[in-house]
C-alpha cells in the first residue's frame, strides 16, 4: 500500500513563494514517476507538473518558468516550489504517483493580499 502526504500549504501574498512537500512510502518510490496537481474551486483538476524517475520534468503552460519539481529519493520525497505566485495558483494540491490511484489527501494554497 502506499500513502502520499502533502504539506507546505498555507497563505500567501501575491508576488510569494511557498514550498509544497510530498513525502512517500514504497520501497520503489526511486521507480515512480511523481505528479503534482492541483484542483481550484469550481475547477477540474489539472496537472501541474511531474517528474520521471530520471529526473525528466514537464510543466503546465500556466506555470513554467515559476514553479520547479524536484525529487529527493533518498527521502521518498517530491516538492514543488512555487514562485512568483498569483492568486489564480490558489488551489488544493495533490500529489500523485503518475498513472495510478495513488493520491495524497492535498493541501491547501491561498494567494491573496
Known amino acids: 500500500q502506499v500513502q502520499l502526504v502533502e504539506s507546505g500549504g498555507g497563505l500567501v501574498q501575491p508576488g510569494g513563494s511557498l514550498r509544497l512537500s510530498c513525502a512517500a512510502s514504497g520501497r520503489y518510490f526511486m521507480l515512480w514517476t511523481m505528479d503534482w496537481y492541483r484542483q481550484a474551486p469550481g475547477k477540474q483538476r489539472e496537472l501541474v507538473a511531474s517528474i520521471t524517475s530520471s529526473g525528466n520534468t514537464n510543466y503546465a503552460d500556466a506555470v513554467k518558468g515559476r514553479f520547479i519539481i524536484s525529487r529527493d529519493n533518498a527521502k521518498n520525497a517530491v516538492y514543488l516550489h512555487m514562485n512568483r505566485l498569483k492568486p489564480e495558483d490558489t488551489a488544493v494540491y495533490y500529489c500523485?504517483?503518475?498513472?495510478?490511484?495513488?493520491w495524497g489527501q492535498g493541501t491547501q494554497v491561498t494567494v491573496s493580499s
Open positions: 500523485r504517483v503518475d498513472s495510478t490511484s495513488y
